[in-house]
């Protein structure tokens, strides 16, 4: 959990796991959700500093917990693994950075679509009337492009009224996903 004292690191063998933090008045923002092949709290166990943030499983799956001594003493003896580790931090700085400036520059309906979409990359299923994102709710997609949960719904049932999506409980389509993703280009 955030700021508990560092520990081990878990790999994600199966299942998808929400990483977030709470701010003081309760509210969570989610930093991402990770699948298989990730690993959390990494930097915490390399630098013996407090946890950053918080993990909770989004689906069933299996995580294996590294001691953070084993951690460090297997990346010290693998100069690979601490390459693998450096991408991984690269990547999720890189991402942090483009979803500070989209709070910037960009609306919430180009957040609430980016976000649909990296969603549909990375967990989605195709089906016969587009790309079918499921295991999120709309409260999710608030707290990952820090918005509210009404102004995420206004746009959702503008995006449903346009014919781009349809949504259910914890299910989004999105019926049209290269049109969606020139829409980005094209609101921003």
């Known amino acids: ?6 520990g081990s ?8 796991v929400k990483v977030y933090v709470t701010a003081g008045n309760g509210k969570e923002l989610i930093l991402g959700i990770y699948g298989r ?6 930097l915490s166990a390399m630098d013996h500093a407090p946890r950053s943030a918080s993990g909770k499983g ?3 799956g299996t995580v294996t917990e590294i001691p953070g001594v084993e951690f460090r003493a297997f990346i ?5 693994a601490m390459q693998h580790v450096l991408r991984t ?10 979803e500070r400036l989209s709070y910037l ?45 009404k102004t995420v719904d206004d746009v959702l049932t503008a995006l449903t009224t346009e014919g781009a999506m349809a949504t259910d409980k914890k299910w989004f389509l999105l019926r049209d996903v290269d049109g969606l993703r020139k829409s980005t280009c094209a609101d921003s």
């Open 1 to 6: 959990m955030e700021h508990d004292a560092p």
């Open 9 to 16: 690191v878990f790999l994600i063998e199966a299942g998808l």
């Open 37 to 42: 092949g990730e690993l959390l709290c990494e």
């Open 58 to 60: 989004r689906t069933n």
């Open 76 to 80: 010290g003896r693998h100069p690979a």
């Open 89 to 98: 931090v690269q990547n999720r700085l890189h991402r942090a950075d483009r």
């Open 105 to 149: 520059s960009d609306g919430v309906r180009v957040r609430v679509i980016r976000t649909l979409l990296d969603w549909a990359d990375h967990f989605g299923r195709e089906s016969t009337g587009g790309t079918e994102v499921s295991g999120f709710s709309r409260r999710d997609l608030a707290q990952s492009v820090a918005a509210s949960e």
